[in-house]
T-cell receptor, first 108, second 113 residues
Framework: RKEVEQDPGPFNVPEGATVAFNCTYSNSASQSFFWYRQDCRKEPKLLMS???SGNEDGRFTAQLNRASQYISLLIRDSKLSDSATYLC?????????FGAGTRLAVHP | GAVVSQHPSRVICKSGTSVKIECRSLDFQATTMFWYRQFPKQSLMLMAT?????????EQGVEKDKFLINHASLTLSTLTVTSAHPEDSSFYICTGGAYNEQFFGPGTRLTVL
């Protein structure tokens, strides 16, 4: 079993849709949690850190449930420019461990 | 944010040759940097932790004699893929930074013919 699991998608949604991504992690020693965005053939870019209290950045909301070892990302009012692969990542000690990513395609 | 550069951005080589990839932190000092590999449509897999002034720490399953890492200064880590073969073709990315934020290099796409 992979340490960080994500639904690979793809999620094909129309502009304006709300889409939710889920991620689970298996190691309870994981300390910090993140969502990254990766465009095709590029390096990942940090989208947001994830906290138990939940955090929001514009149209993006992230949530962490430590008891269930579950992380989520909600994107509201999807834009064409949101099309990318979204990577869940956990930090365990000094290492960042990534999920395989969920591909999002937003269409007109 | 902080800047990490990688060179080259793309390399095509023949099977059996060695390829060196450089990773530089341009505006911060990095005692630790990390090397990842990403195959098409797969996740970033951590290969090794590069430690300034000491030996790198390799993840399970990564051959240390094949992927040589040198971290001779606080701003430069190098990964050398020795005797590269087609199965080594991949996207190699380095990162460095503070505990709670890692800055990624732009990646090096290696194609071994």
């Amino acid at each position: 079993r992979k340490e960080v699991e994500q639904d690979p998608g793809p999620f094909n949604v129309p502009e304006g849709a709300t889409v939710a991504f889920n991620c689970t992690y298996s190691n309870s020693a994981s300390q910090s949690f993140f969502w990254y965005r990766q465009d095709c053939r590029k390096e990942p870019k940090l989208l947001m850190s994830v906290y138990s209290s939940g955090n929001e950045d514009g149209r993006f909301t992230a949530q962490l449930n430590r008891a269930s070892q579950y992380i989520s990302l909600l994107i509201r009012d999807s834009k064409l420019s949101d099309s990318a692969t979204y990577l869940c990542a956990v930090r365990r000690y000094n290492k960042l461990i990534f999920g395989a990513g969920t591909r999002l395609a937003v269409h007109p | 944010g902080a800047v990490v550069s990688q060179h080259p951005s793309r390399v095509i080589c023949k099977s059996g040759t060695s390829v060196k990839i450089e990773c530089r932190s341009l505006d911060f000092q990095a005692t630790t940097m990390f090397w990842y590999r990403q195959f098409p449509k797969q996740s970033l897999m951590l290969m090794a932790t590069s430690n300034e002034g000491s030996k790198a720490t390799y993840e399970q399953g990564v051959e240390k004699d094949k992927f040589l890492i040198n971290h001779a200064s606080l701003t430069l880590s190098t990964l050398t893929v020795t005797s590269a073969h087609p199965e080594d073709s991949s996207f190699y990315i380095c990162t460095g930074g503070a505990y709670n934020e890692q800055f990624f290099g732009p990646g090096t796409r290696l194609t071994v013919l």
